[in-house]
Structure formats: structure tokens, C-alpha cells
């Protein structure tokens, strides 16, 4: 795990900090993920609960990219940034896995009551932005923001 800080703009008080760690896409692994993400996000001024949604949306997410980006391969890597700024947290999940058509994810309607499939739902609920970058040559980056109100 590495944490740089920089300086944001002109001001010399906004600073921002990145976290990055890269975790092998092995399930038993995402408690890696889970483990550095939640006291990063309460320190950075969330309450436990909201930090709690933030870390299992983040959760879902990584499974999402074992499941689908690599196909279940234990070899590849997710990279996972966290930059801390001064009114929000930005993530950015990174993987070099099959890139998704991103026209086809969205959420299953909520009435529609069967095992799964809520996990595009439950990301969009959290956080207040969800972009899907494939334009790389392998891969996709997965952004994430989460404003502080």
C-alpha cells in the first residue's frame, strides 16, 4: 500500500492524499480491501454506518470485477486508489480483465425478487457518481465518488 500527498490548486491548506494497493482477485482476498478502505473513509469524516455501505459497495464492486473483468482467474490484480480530498473521496478500481459493455449494466428493478443482480443497484445508491472508463487498451477503471455533505 503506498499514500502519496500533493497539493491541489493554489491553496496550500487543500491538500489531497492517495492511498493505492494492489490485491490479488482471489475472494479471500477482499477483506484486504475491506480492511484499508473503512478506516480510511471514517477518518475522512464519515460515520461508521456510512462507512460501512461505502466498504461493502466497494466490496461488491471487486466482486464484480473477479466475476466478470477476469473471469474468476486468480492470477490478475485489482488495483485500488483512494484519493482523499477535501470534500470528497474518489476510488477508482482498476483492472486489465474482459472490458464490460457498459450499455448493459444497469440496476435489476427492485421488484423483480430474485437471488442476485443487485450489486449495480446498490453501488449507484451510495455513491454520488459511478463512471466506467474502457477506453485503455486492456481493461476498464472503475471512478467512484463520494461527496461529504
Known sequence: MTNEGRETGGDKDQQTETITLAVPSR???LYVIRSAVYPVVVDAGFSRKEARRIVLALDEACSNIIKYAYEGDPAQLINVS????QDRLLFQLTDTGRKPD?????PRRLDDIRPGGLGTHFIASVFDSVAYDT????G????LVKERR
Open 140 to 143: 476498464t477503471v472503475l471512478t
Open 82 to 85: 483512494i484519493t482523499v480530498g
Open 27 to 29: 475472494p479471500k482476498y
Open 135 to 138: 477506453g485503455g487498451e486492456r
Open 102 to 106: 457498459v450499455s448493459t449494466i444497469t
